[in-house]
């Protein structure tokens, strides 16, 4: 993968800031209680600026961080300075580790950036080489609906005193290709900096992903709404998958 955040990082949590993290690290866990694990070393899989890592840190998990991004971990060491938190600088199509873990996530649609579905095969068979038996993966997607409805070739800004952005989108149903165009200006001082990126995200199937898991050898446990612990609707925007390596359902 192309890295396409050495501007953005410096700049993405206050991009981010209308993600409670918290709220995200509540979900993860009632994931967790439903299947009944308590899982002690957890990875995550482009794991940005470490925001998701710090908060399941604080709640005594440890934590291993994989991004591709040296500018986004150089921002998440920054700010889990006081924290033991192990950041790695890898490609999720192709990370090591130097053992296996309990449980695995791949979150903020992260999924959709791989624009290949070998590369999510890649993935799939690194996740169930790594994970203990009876470790869960949880990863979320943005769904076909928020492709063509939501992202489609609309254009999103924001206007605040401290960073303007503007997300012009292309997508290409044919193809499958979403193409996001963004210019941020960030104040500085009297002036602005402005950043310019350019981000693709394929628009996967949620069927097509079944049965990428499946044939992963993974087993498939669940697919919720967002945040939810129900079925998606049509309209559902983000949508989880929860799966499971064979083997014992322990508690670790």
Request: aromatic share 14%.
């Amino acid at each position: 993968m192309v890295n396409i955040y050495s501007n953005l990082a410096y700049v993405y949590d206050k991009l981010m800031y209308d993600v409670n993290y918290k709220e995200w690290a509540d979900y993860i866990e009632k994931i967790f209680e439903v299947n009944n694990i308590k899982p002690s070393l957890v990875l995550d899989l482009g794991c940005g600026t470490g925001s998701f890592c710090l908060e399941m840190d604080k709640r005594g998990y440890d934590m291993i961080g994989i991004d591709s991004s040296v500018d986004m971990l150089s921002c998440a060491k920054d700010k889990s300075i006081d924290r033991d938190i192990l950041y790695l600088n890898q490609d999720m199509t192709d990370f090591e580790l130097y053992g296996t873990v309990d449980a695995i996530v791949c979150l903020m649609d992260s999924i959709n950036y791989l624009i290949y579905k070998k590369d999510i095969k890649k993935v799939l068979a690194l996740v169930k080489n790594y994970l203990n038996p009876g470790g869960l993966f949880i990863f979320d997607i943005n769904t076909p609906y928020k492709f063509k409805n939501i992202f489609k070739d609309n254009v999103f800004y924001d206007v605040s005193e401290d960073i303007t952005y503007i997300w012009q989108n292309s997508f290409d149903a044919k193809k499958g290709l979403c193409e996001f165009d963004l210019t941020i200006f960030v104040k500085d001082g009297d002036s602005y900096k402005r950043y310019d990126e350019i981000h693709y995200e394929r628009c996967y199937e949620i069927e097509d992903l079944k049965r990428m898991v499946i044939g992963s050898g993974l087993e498939l446990l669940n697919v919720y709404d967002s945040l939810k612990l129900s079925s998606p609707s049509k309209n559902s925007q983000r949508v989880f998958f929860v799966c499971r390596k064979g083997g014992n359902n322990v508690v670790f």
